[in-house]
């Protein structure tokens, strides 16, 4: 009797989970990005609804989502770590400082990469060359100290210059400032500001005057393409909304496709949702670069990684950049 009450409890068991609804994936989505082109992938995909369009060839249903501008990758993390966004997307470093910080608890992974293009610091100071030839009077307008993209790799650069032990020389001399404002400072020669480590197409428009000139790109500190920003989430949202997450990544792909594709139309759908005055062809040029790269998957990401631990900025290290990410990006070739 007590077997076949036992059987009675496990078939009933079996019954109730087979019968069980599948838990519903999200129906709304907070997504922010931050200022520039690197963003041009959510821009797409915002304008065209794309997400909304995967999601629905997912089986479900087509999220309502709100998007949201922040500027500075800890702002970005802080908005995240709080609830009060769902997706997240900042330059690699302060990703990977999320990634390496949550690791066994709440396990922030990358969705995926936005792309690769360089990052140049600028200046118009023309006694500087070189990062040698900064000095106290200068100030390095940046979109987040020390934790920011542009910060990391102004530690890589100054590791690189001054030696391995001298990665935050210059951190002194840095200024948090979005980039439509230390664009704005530098352009108008204004004395807060005498230098910006920025983003396309600012860094671009600040060149166009002869008084602004480049000391480096990003490039040159990482040895070649890297890249610059990436999507990212909570674990847990991962393991609720799996279906969500690679639909993300399907309409990022679809959007680097249309931008490849119709680069033209591309550079009018960013100057429209940055209400920019840029001209299109000058935007098209940014686009169609060719050391500028629309994709997914990461490339040089494990750089960022390797230096990071290295100064002790983080406490984990990997050599597999999937260790980074969730699944639905693993089938990809990225480094």
Known sequence: MRTRFLGSLVAAATLLALGAPARAETTTLRIAQ???????????????????AAA??????????????VSGGAAMNEALLSGSLDVAAAGAPPAITLWAK?????DVKGIAALGSMPIYLTTTNPQVTSLA???DQDRIALPAVKVGFQAVVLQM?????????QATRLDDLTVSMAHPDATAALL??????TANFGAPPFQNQQLQDPKIHRVLSSYDVLGGRHTFNVVYATGAFY???PKTVAAIVTALDRADQFIQAHPAEAAKLYIAAESSKLPEPFVEALITAADTRYTV????????????HRIGQIATTTADWRDLFFPPLHDRQGS
């Open 34 to 52: 931050q200022f520039g082109i690197s963003y041009l992938p959510m821009i797409v995909a915002k304008q065209q609804k794309l997400i909304e």
């Open 56 to 69: 629905t060839e997912a089986g479900l249903p087509a999220p309502e989502i709100e998007w949201i501008q």
């Open 102 to 106: 949550t690791r066994g608890s709440i």
């Open 133 to 135: 030839d900064f000095t």
């Open 157 to 165: 650069a100054a590791a690189q210059a001054f030696g391995a032990d």
């Open 188 to 193: 108008s020669g204004s004395a807060e500001v």
């Open 239 to 241: 393991a609720e909304n």
């Open 297 to 308: 998957a990461p490339e040089n990401i494990l750089k960022f990684v390797e230096f990071q």
